[in-house]
């Protein structure tokens, strides 16, 4: 659907024809105006979800480039849990006390420069969130219930205007039941494998590919089993299978399917 708008430049457009015309040159613009009525792309919601290594966090950034709309990683969030219940030390098996930090903690995910960053309690933890132990943390936090509720109302809210990319696990499925466009975004375990150790070798850390293909598939299945919002392809999604395709290239499939939709709404 287009939402239909009169700027603000034709309105001054009219009033100057309206000043030097004549009646008829006055009717004449006015029927034109309230006729042809510029319309504005409808600005889509955009769905990215799958599982760990599937590129979902640099395509949807790369997607969001491309259409002009923000990016929102909720993943990052259950990180930023994750990541003050160990500061904190709070056990990861108390799911009331991990509700509570979950309600109490505010978190800010920041546009900058393209990327994101995460604000927590107004502290930017953007660097500390990656690390093996958060990203542990993070996939058990985020099968409590009491944590999820506060965060999915965030992203709710950040993503309701349009004009967004979210990735996470559960966008299409909970978070955006109605989604403009749901993707999921998969690849063979040994290929999202290979990925995270590309990673962590870039980052100096060395690492067994095989435990990194272990590391994969504990967190696949902690996705895809948890009782609440698992990990799912909704039946609406589209499967975009990137096992062979660059990041790149899998933007672009899904920059193509975003314009069919918004070309689609145009009737
Ligand atoms: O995408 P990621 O690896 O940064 O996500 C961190 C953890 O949060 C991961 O274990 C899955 C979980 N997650 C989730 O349960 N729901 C989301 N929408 C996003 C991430």
New binding site residues.
Partial sequence: MFHSVQPSSLASKEASYNTSGGRRAKAEVSIRLSTELIQVKKRLIIAI?GP?GSG??TVARRVAEMLEYKVL???????AV?WKALCERIPLDSPEQLAGLASRVHIDLVPRDGKQRVILNGEDITEW??TPDV?HA??????VPGV?HP??AE?QRAGAEGGVVM?????GS??FPHADLKIYLDASPEARAQRRWQELHEKGEASDPLIVLAGVLE?DR??RE?EV?P?VRAADAVLVDNTAMDAEETARVIVLLAREKTKAAAG
């Fill in positions: 979800d760990v979902k966090s990683d909720s993943g990052a969030m259950y990180r994750a969130i990656r990203s993070a996939s058990v936090v985020a099968v999820r965060l999915v992203q990735e996470g696990r559960d966008i909970v978070v967190r902690r996705d948890r919002s990990l």
